[in-house]
């Protein structure tokens, strides 16, 4: 099944509609090449300026990003 992703996911993303796993794998690229994980605790993503319009500001458990993400995808 594909989603469409809003246009600040689309930013991270890369793509306007792609399937769930997808947006997960690319999300966790960002995530790793703009270094956004905590480097003590690296289960808190500590948001950039593009990532924090999809996650919010503060700093978030990786166990919440998948709901985070539905916030983004229709």
Do not use: F
Request: glycine content about 6%.
């Amino acid at each position: 099944m594909t989603y469409t992703v809003s246009a600040d996911l689309q930013a991270i993303v890369g793509g306007k509609t792609l399937t769930r796993p997808e947006i997960v794998k690319k999300i966790w690229a960002y995530i790793k090449a703009h270094k956004c994980q905590d480097t003590k605790n690296r289960r808190m993503i500590v948001p950039d300026a593009k990532l924090s319009k999809v996650i919010g500001s503060r700093p978030i458990d990786m166990m919440k990003l998948a709901g985070c993400l539905s916030k983004h995808i229709k």
